[in-house]
């Protein structure tokens, strides 16, 4: 049996939809934020010694594996059964792959830039709160919002030459995506004048799968998900 240990608006929730789709069972271990910090609580820390989400426990196989794509890939070739992944020996594979890593690992870094350079000038001591605001405003104008915008439109054109990113058939790939484009929606208006990604959202907001994860991970701000 696989637990997901879920910390709220988390990619963890990614996890979540993922078993939702396999139709596999499931346990849902919940875990809250720190109200002030929005860290995750030391209690994950017992589960993995990062303390991060998303993390998994599998009792088959005794199991403990933490990283999106790494749960996502374990969870594909032990349990998938061909499903939600193309064949190996086909291109769609080779795409499949790539977006399955490129979400955390090329997507991710300019977004929580984003994220950590907005909330600077907040946490910054009062007497120099001015000047960091303007070392955050300058760091997003010549460096991240460019950077972020690059991938935006990356995904713009990614998303006009086929359905799904792996290709025309919908696949666990675009459940990884699916977390920087949404906090991208959220944090740098990705669907603006983007009609691609904004279909691409629409269509995995739609899915069955994607409700039921909601419904047993509650409910999920996009702008506030670090980590």
């Known amino acids: ?11 963890s929730q990614r996890v979540l939809w993922l078993l939702e789709e396999l139709e596999l069972p499931y346990e849902v271990q919940f875990y809250k934020r720190d109200p002030k910090t929005m860290m995750a609580p030391k209690s994950l820390r017992t589960i993995h010694p990062l303390g991060k989400a ?30 939600l992944a193309p064949a ?29 350079f907005g909330m600077l000038p907040k946490q910054a001591p009062l ?14 104008t010549r460096f991240i919002n460019p950077q972020v915008k690059l991938h935006m439109d990356y995904w713009e054109q990614s998303l006009s030459e086929s359905e799904w990113f792996a290709g025309n058939d919908f696949t666990a790939a675009d459940i990884q995506m699916s977390f920087p484009l949404e906090a991208a929606a959220a944090r740098a208006r990705a669907t603006h004048n983007r009609p691609y990604v904004e279909a691409f959202l629409r269509r995995i907001h739609n899915r069955p799968a994607y409700q039921r994860a909601l419904q047993r991970g509650g409910t999920y701000a996009y702008a506030n998900n670090g980590s």
């Not at 049996?1 to 990619?11: A, K």
């Not at 999106?68 to 374990?74: F, N, T």
């Open 127 to 140: 007497l120099i709160r001015p000047f960091a605001f303007l070392i955050a405003k300058g760091a997003q």
């Open 88 to 116: 190996r020996d086909t291109s769609e594979y080779i795409r499949f792959i790539y977006w399955l890593h490129y979400a955390e690992g090329s997507a991710m870094p300019p977004l929580l830039l984003k994220l950590i």
């Open 1 to 11: 049996m696989i637990t997901v240990h879920h910390l709220d608006n988390s990619r």
């Open 54 to 83: 998303p993390i998994i426990t599998d009792t088959d196989g005794d199991v403990t594996l933490a990283e999106s794509g790494a749960i996502i890939e374990y969870i594909i070739n032990k349990y998938g059964n061909g499903r």
